[in-house]
């Protein structure tokens, strides 16, 4: 991935400037593992493949070095040459992210875990759509925040923030759908329940997912809009951006 318009200053120490690099093309290299593992998970559970859940299982050990690994980089880093200001958000903003990508790795591989348990038991297809529909839009917002990350697109970050209320959206409707089908058949209610984890799990990939967001948006802005509804999101996107229109919508 394409990194442009690294959001630190130009420094005397040409190492530091490397420091700086390094720790974010780290960031997004395991970002880049993780998206991989949300799309493999998703594709285990609805093709049945055992064999691809396990593989991606697999990776959750190294995602989990990485984050130790990338966290330990941060804190050595601000021990060592004290940063301020945009220096020091960056180093912050990465260590957080780091965290919420590990946070998707282990969703995943609890999707490939319900993925191997549906297939061993030769469940129907219920729920299946509803994974399918949900599973793509978590998966492009993991891909789109990346790529803001990569490109320092605050705007783009938005985009990702806000489709979390669509993903939540969803959720609650295949929720209400694979209750009243459990209700119906008692007989469905264990395989079913692997389907309800599974989609919990997605939708709390795209909590992470705007998690990033906010991220990227302290990172740029220097403004912390953890915990923050959409309106103040994009006040501060706007801001940052020198007054620049965004595109309309819902923004409770």
Known sequence: MELENANYSTHISQQFNEELEKIRTQMLT????????????????????????????????????MELMIDEQCTTTIARRQPAASDLRLIVSISRAVSDLERIGDEATRICK????????????????????IGNLVRDMVKDILTAFARNDLEMAYRVAKQDKSVDQEYRTAMRSLVTYMMEDARAISNVLNVIWALRSLERIGDHARNLSEHLIYQVSGTDVRHQSLKKLKQAVREESDGTAMSDGDEE
């Open 30 to 65: 395991m970002g880049g593992i993780v998206e991989r593992q949300v799309t493999d998970a998703v594709e285990a559970l609805l093709n049945g493949d055992v064999e691809l859940a396990e593989q991606s299982r697999r990776i959750d050990q190294q995602t989990n070095a």
């Open 114 to 133: 319900m993925a191997i348990e549906l297939a061993d038991s030769g469940a129907n297809q219920r729920g299946f759509q509803e994974v399918r529909h």
